[in-house]
C-alpha cells in the first residue's frame, strides 16, 4: 500500500462519522463594499515605515533619480513604461545573482495595492518582472496608479490571479523577533518608496 | 502499539519534537525558579497583546471574519480526503512533485533523500512548525547536510544550541542582552563591537546569512496554506528570509501538514485578515510569498511539496478532538493565557506550546504520551476568546483530562465524596471536620499524601469558621 493511500485510508476512516458543516457565513465585509481611499493607503504605507510621494507620471524618473542620488544604479524589469525608467538603468534579461545584489534600487510597477492594510502586491507581470528582482536590491520603489488601490483584502482576492507568483509586500523588511518589538530591515529591501501617480 | 493499515494512527515515538522528558508540572516547577524568563516573557507577550488589540479593532467585522475561518476550517475537515486529491492534481498539472508521509520518519527520509539528489551538503530554511515537529534538522545532520535556519528566532535557537518556545516567536524567551551574547559566541565572522541594539542584532544577521542565501542551492520551508482548486502555497513571513528561500534555490521542499488545505482562492479572503491582526498584531505582515508550481524563469525549478499525517488522522477521528486541527498557527491563545506567561513554552515539552499546544500534542501522540498537558491550563477560557478560529480549547482540554489516566487516590477520594454528598447528616459532620484542615494544612501549604498530588499545584482554600448549616441553624 504506498503512503498515498495509507494517508487517504486514514483519513476517510477517521470520517466515518460523517461530520455534517453547516455552510460556510460569509457575513465580513465582501469584496465590493467599500471604494478604495487613497489616504488610508498613505497613513497605513507610512504607518508601516514606507515613504510615500504623490507625483505625476512625468516627474517620476526625475524622483527616482533623485533617491536614488548621482551615479546610483537603477535595476528596472524589461517591461517598465519607458517614460518612468530614469537615465542610465539597467534592465534585466536574465540577470545573475551578484548582478542583481549590486543594484543600489528597484523600480517597478505594482498589481494591485490594499488601502486598509497599506499592503502592494506584485504578479511579475513584465513591468514587475522576475521576483528577484525586488528582493536583492536594497532599496525598492514601487509606482503605483490610483485605480490599482482597492479598499479591502477581499478586493485584492479578487482582482488577483492566484497561479501567478506572487508578493504582498507591506512596509520594508521587518522583524519582531527580539522582545516583539518591530525592527525594519532584516534580509528583504531594508527601504520602500511608493510613488503614488497623481494623473 | 500494533495499528492496523488505513486506521488513523498516532505519531510514532523516538523522532521529532512531540514528547518532552519530563511531566508539565516538573517541567514548570524549574522553569518557575527562572525570574529572567518570566520578565522577558511578561515583557514579550504584553507588547503583542497590546498591538494585535488595537489593530483587530480597526476591522468592524472581526467576529464575522472568525465565524466564516472556523466554518471553512470544519468543511475543510469534512471533505479532507478530496481536497487532498484535488491539491496533488493541481499541483502537479503546475509542474510540482507531491509526496505523501505517514509519519515523521517517511517524511524526513523523503526531506533527506531529495536534497541528497541534488547533490548540495546545506539547505536554507524557513521557520516552519511542521519541520521542527518531525525533528527534520536532526535528520538531515545525521545524513550530513547542514540545516541553516534563517528565520531570526529560529536562527537565536539555532546559535544558542536551544529550544524553540512560541510557534511565532521561538526565542521570544530570550531578551535582546541574551541574543547579543548568543551572536557574540556563535556567529562566525560576528563584529566583536556588537551591541544589543534591537536593529544592529538584526543587521548582524543580514550580514551573517546573505552569502548562505546566495550560495545554496536548495530550500525547505513550510506553508501557511495550500489552496486545492489552484494549487497555490503560501508563506506569511516578516524578514524577507522567506522570500529568500522561495525565490533564489533551484530546488524548494515545501513540508505541510494535512490539514493545512484550503478549499478556494477566495477562502484567502479570510485567513489574510484574520493571521496577520492575531499573530503579529499587524494589519498585514511584511512579505507573503505565493507560488503554484513552477514558474519558467521565475524562482526555483524544481519544486516539491511532501504531504505530512504525523498524527493527524488521528486527531481527526476524535469528533470532540479534531478542531484542534484547524489551528493556523497564529499563536494568540500563548500570548494571552497566564500559564504560557509564566512557565514558558518549554516546560510543555512539545513544539506545539501553550494551550494550543496542551491539546494539539496529546492528541498527535496519544494521550498517554503527554498525559499532563491537558492541566496544564486553569481554564479560564482566554484562549477560546482569541482565537481567530474560534477553536474552543477549554473544552477539549476537559474533554482530554477525561482521557488521561487518574492516580488512584484521585477515585477513592471522588468515590467517598459521592458517598458523604449522598447522605445529608454525614455531610454536615464532614463539613464541621473539614475546619480541622484549617489547623492540618494552613494557608498556602499542601495535604499530607497522597492527597498531596492534589495540592501539589493548587492552594488549599480557606475554610471558613463556621459552615453555613451551623451559622443558618444558630440565626
Redesign the interface.
Known amino acids: ?4 493511500d ?10 466515518r ?1 460523517a ?11 465582501p ?1 465590493g463594499t467599500n471604494k478604495a481611499d487613497l489616504d488610508v493607503l498613505v497613513d ?1 504605507l507610512v504607518d ?1 515605515k514606507a515613504q510615500v510621494y504623490r507625483v505625476t507620471s512625468a516627474e517620476v524618473a526625475a524622483t527616482v533619480a533623485g533617491l536614488v542620488g548621482e551615479g546610483g544604479a537603477v535595476l528596472v524589469p524589461p517591461g517598465l513604461p519607458a517614460p518612468w525608467r530614469p537615465e542610465g538603468a539597467f534592465a534585466d534579461d ?1 540577470l545573475t ?2 548582478r542583481i ?1 549590486a543594484a543600489d534600487a528597484v523600480l517597478t510597477a505594482a498589481a494591485v495595492a ?1 488601502a ?4 502592494i502586491v506584485l504578479d ?1 507581470s513584465p513591468d514587475q518582472g ?3 528582482i525586488t ?1 536583492l536590491p536594497d532599496v525598492h520603489i514601487i509606482v503605483l496608479r490610483p485605480s490599482q488601490v482597492v479598499a479591502s ?2 478586493d ?3 482582482h488577483l490571479d ?28 531594508r527601504h520602500l518608496h511608493v510613488l503614488l501617480l497623481t494623473d | 502499539m500494533t495499528t492496523f493499515l488505513g486506521m488513523p494512527a498516532t505519531a510514532p515515538r523516538g523522532v521529532g519534537h512531540l514528547r518532552g522528558d519530563q511531566t508539565f508540572p516538573r517541567a514548570a516547577r524549574e522553569a518557575l525558579q527562572n525570574p529572567q524568563l518570566r520578565r522577558n516573557l511578561r515583557h514579550a507577550t504584553t507588547t503583542i497583546r497590546g498591538k494585535s488589540g488595537r489593530v483587530i479593532a480597526e476591522l468592524p467585522d472581526w467576529q464575522h471574519l472568525r465565524d466564516a475561518g472556523s466554518a471553512i476550517k470544519a468543511d475543510v475537515m469534512s471533505r479532507l480526503p478530496d481536497l487532498l486529491v484535488q491539491l496533488e492534481e493541481k499541483v502537479t498539472a503546475a509542474g510540482g512533485v507531491v509526496h505523501w508521509a505517514a509519519d515523521a520518519n517517511e517524511a524526513n527520509a523523503i526531506v533527506t533523500g531529495l536534497v541528497k539528489a541534488t547533490g548540495s551538503e546545506r539547505v536554507i530554511k524557513v521557520k516552519s512548525m511542521a519541520t521542527q515537529e518531525i525533528g527534520l534538522n536532526e535528520a538531515l545532520e545525521a545524513a550530513g547536510i547542514a540545516p541553516v535556519e534563517t528565520d531570526l528566532a529560529e536562527l537565536i535557537v539555532q546559535l544558542g544550541d536551544d529550544r524553540p518556545s512560541h510557534i511565532l516567536v521561538p526565542a521570544i524567551h530570550r531578551n535582546r542582552s541574551e541574543i547579543r551574547e548568543i551572536f557574540l559566541k556563535a556567529m562566525p565572522g560576528v563584529d566583536p563591537a556588537l551591541t544589543d541594539d534591537p536593529p544592529v542584532l538584526a543587521a548582524a544577521a543580514r550580514r551573517y546569512l546573505r552569502e548562505t542565501f546566495l550560495s545554496t542551492t536548495v530550500a525547505v520551508s513550510g506553508a501557511n496554506f495550500a489552496i486545492a482548486d489552484t494549487g497555490t502555497l503560501g508563506v506569511v513571513e516578516s524578514e524577507g528570509n522567506g522570500r529568500m528561500c522561495l525565490t533564489l534555490p533551484d530546488t524548494l521542499i515545501t513540508v505541510m501538514g494535512i490539514e493545512k488545505v484550503l478549499p478556494t482562492w477566495r477562502d484567502l479572503e479570510v485567513f489574510l485578515q484574520l493571521l496577520p491582526r492575531a499573530s503579529t498584531g499587524e494589519r498585514m505582515n511584511p512579505y507573503t510569498t505565493m507560488w503554484t508550481g513552477i514558474t519558467p524563469g521565475d524562482g526555483p525549478q524544481s519544486f516539491h511539496l511532501v504531504l505530512l499525517d504525523n498524527g493527524r488522522s488521528a486527531v481527526l477521528a476524535d469528533p470532540a478532538g479534531r478542531s484542534a486541527l484547524h489551528c493556523i498557527r497564529c499563536s494568540a491563545c500563548l500570548n494571552v493565557c497566564p500559564v504560557y506567561e509564566r512557565t514558558g513554552g518549554h516546560s510543555y515539552g512539545s513544539v506545539y506550546p501553550g494551550p494550543i499546544g496542551a491539546v494539539l500534542s496529546p492528541q498527535l501522540t496519544g494521550i498517554a504520551d503527554n498525559a499532563s498537558l491537558p492541566f496544564a491550563s486553569s481554564l479560564c477560557g482566554a484562549c477560546f476568546d482569541a482565537c481567530p478560529v474560534k477553536i474552543d480549547i477549554p473544552s477539549m482540554l476537559v474533554h482530554l483530562r477525561n482521557q488521561a489516566p487518574h492516580p488512584a487516590a484521585e477515585k477513592a477520594a471522588m468515590v467517598t465524596a459521592a458517598r458523604i454528598m449522598d447522605r445529608p447528616r454525614l455531610y454536615a459532620s464532614a463539613q464541621r471536620a473539614a475546619k480541622t484542615a484549617r489547623i492540618a494544612g494552613r494557608r498556602g501549604r499542601g495535604l499530607p499524601p497522597p492527597l498531596s498530588a492534589w495540592t501539589a499545584g493548587r492552594d488549599l482554600p480557606e475554610f471558613p469558621k463556621q459552615t453555613f448549616r451551623d451559622w443558618w441553624a444558630q440565626r
Open positions: 500500500m504506498s503512503s498515498r495509507l494517508i487517504l485510508d486514514r483519513v476517510r476512516a477517521a470520517l462519522d461530520p455534517v458543516v453547516p455552510d460556510v457565513p460569509r457575513d465580513y465585509r469584496a497605513r508601516y536574465g545573482p551578484d545584489a490594499v486598509e492594510t497599506g499592503t511579475a522576475r521576483r528577484i528582493l483584502v477581499p485584492a482576492i479578487a492566484g497561479t501567478r507568483p506572487l508578493t504582498w509586500i507591506s512596509g520594508p523588511s521587518a522583524t519582531s523577533d527580539i522582545e516583539l518589538n518591530r525592527v525594519e530591515g532584516v534580509h528583504g529591501p
